[in-house]
């Protein structure tokens, strides 16, 4: 049935059915008791108290829409439970294509760690009803992903009404956050920085979210936070420090739990370094009209061994931290089109020059060797990363902040061939320590410089570049990157 939102006419399709899944298991509702120690398969983890397992409830929300939701709660009923909610697209628990099968060595996870009953990216109710909350996993509307026609591809009432209200949330916050993920990195800082809670916290860990995820020092930590604002116990919670960072030093152990007062930092300093075409980043920009180039539509294959990448680096004389947003001014055309994408990226060099990679889980965890580990963004982080098709150049100033440059979604500019244009590219939050002779890269091109996300999608990522992409460096076009540095 054809629904609005604001002027947006939004067309549907038909998804594909979930009995497509081979995990799915069907939509009868029923009610189970699952004993202490029952175990869904003999790999799995089993549950530590008494369980009852309601499948497949029907909610009915306000518009009317019927959804489906498991829901895990400790048998005992002599006192009331609170409920955590794992909300989203995926498949309840159990089911559902996404699983940690899919990453190799199951990203530090043992099959045995987990009941096989938690939904992807959710909690595990084998472990959290011993906690004494129950798991409510939710189908969201609409449940699975389908795929369709992009009718509306820039900014306008129908994107609107998906973004998250971030400014409403007056409730307490555990905030988690990590630098490695290719898509929840900069929603997780942007949305506890714009929160206007009082009682929010924010700890951001050092290896990739799945892992993290589940630590038993981790859920130890987020119970203390529920117990304290759902049970309201008395155990000292609110002396927990408000922001808690890990800091990646590549080829040593990362540092965990820096405290720091707020976040931003706000001792920040920002360091600007200017483009060469010596392939160097100074503090002065250079004098003389130079310009570099590259091949936007060359085939690139997000493996890290990609051509056609512009390269310039920055030796430390000091111990350094980077911590926050960088952001890059590059002054560029094309004669050959009317737009471009235009890819930065910073990367760490260790004393001899050699390009560093961050191994995102520990080798104890996965049993694998430095070089044993698949190239994939789950796996390995090479820094951070930030786009900006040209056309979107100009700035919003409602939404941009010092720290990063937001744009107008809503009107394409599109570009004369060969017109110069500055582009104001933010990067991705990160949080890398470097030594004195140490160095930092910054990484210029016209394709995507993070690994693939999984290695059936390496060299599978759309183009819309064509020709040659010219970087101008000068006195009157600086291009540029600063650098967010903090002092510990």
């Known amino acids: 049935m054809p629904y609005s939102i604001g002027s947006i006419q939004v067309h549907q399709a038909p998804l594909d059915p979930p009995e497509n899944d081979p995990r799915y298991d069907n939509d009868k509702p029923s009610v189970t008791l699952l004993p202490k120690g029952h175990r869904k398969d003999p790999a799995s983890a089993p549950f530590e108290v008494d369980s009852i397992y309601e499948k497949d409830g029907v909610y009915t929300l306000r518009d009317g829409v019927k959804i489906r939701a498991d829901v895990v709660r400790p048998a005992d009923e002599s006192i009331p439970v609170p409920a955590l909610i794992a909300w989203s697209p995926y498949g309840k628990g159990g089911r559902g294509f996404f699983r940690l099968d899919l990453v190799q060595g199951r990203v530090g996870i043992p099959k045995d760690r987990l009941s096989n009953c938690e939904k992807f990216e959710a909690p595990d109710p084998a472990e959290w009803t011993a906690r004494g909350y129950a798991i409510v996993n939710v189908d969201s509307r609409g449940s699975w992903d389908s795929e369709g026609d992009l009718v509306h591809p820039t900014m306008n009432e129908y994107w ?42 924010l700890r951001v860990h050092a290896t990739q979210e799945w892992h993290d995820l589940y630590q038993h020092s981790t ?44 976040w931003p930092v706000p001792s920040t300093t920002f360091k600007t370094l200017y483009l060469n075409p010596d392939g160097v980043l100074t503090e002065e920009p250079s004098k003389s009209e130079d310009v570099m180039s590259y091949q936007s539509d060359a085939p690139s294959f997000q493996v890290d061994e990609d051509p056609e990448e512009l390269r310039f680096s920055f030796e430390f004389k000091k111990p350094s931290v980077l911590l926050g947003n960088a952001r890059a001014a590059l002054y560029v055309s094309c004669n050959d089109h009317d737009d471009m994408d235009v ?42 990363t930030g786009v900006l098709r040209a056309s979107h150049r100009r700035i919003d100033p409602e939404t941009s902040t010092a720290q990063f440059p ?22 991705w939050q990160t ?58």
């Open 160 to 201: 609107a009404d998906k973004r998250a209200k971030v400014e409403n949330i007056d409730i307490p916050i555990y905030a988690v956050a990590s630098y490695s993920t290719a898509l929840h990195t900069f929603g997780s800082f942007r949305g506890f920085s714009q929160a206007p809670s009082k009682e929010k916290w």
């Open 219 to 262: 859920n130890d930590d987020l119970q203390k936070f529920f117990d304290h604002y759902l049970k309201a116990m008395n155990n000292g919670w609110e002396k927990t420090p408000k922001v808690r960072v890990s800091l990646l030093r590549y080829h040593q152990e990362p540092i965990i739990n820096h405290v720091f007062p707020e």
């Open 343 to 384: 890819w930065v990226q910073l990367r760490k060099l260790d004393r001899t020059g050699k390009l560093l990679q961050n191994i995102n889980i520990p080798s104890k965890d996965t049993g694998l060797a430095d070089e044993e580990v698949e190239r994939s963004n789950p796996l390995v982080y090479l820094g951070p």
């Open 406 to 427: 937001e744009h107008d979604y809503v009107h394409t500019d599109k570009i004369p061939p060969g017109t110069i244009v500055e582009l104001q590219i933010g990067l």
């Open 431 to 488: 949080g890398i320590t470097f030594e004195a002779g140490e160095k930092l890269m910054l990484k210029v091109s016209g394709h995507n410089m993070v690994l693939a996300e999984f290695p059936p999608l390496r060299g599978k990522e759309s183009q819309e570049n064509r020709g040659v992409h010219h970087v101008h460096m000068s006195g009157a076009t600086p291009s540029s990157i600063t650098i967010p540095l903090v002092s510990l």
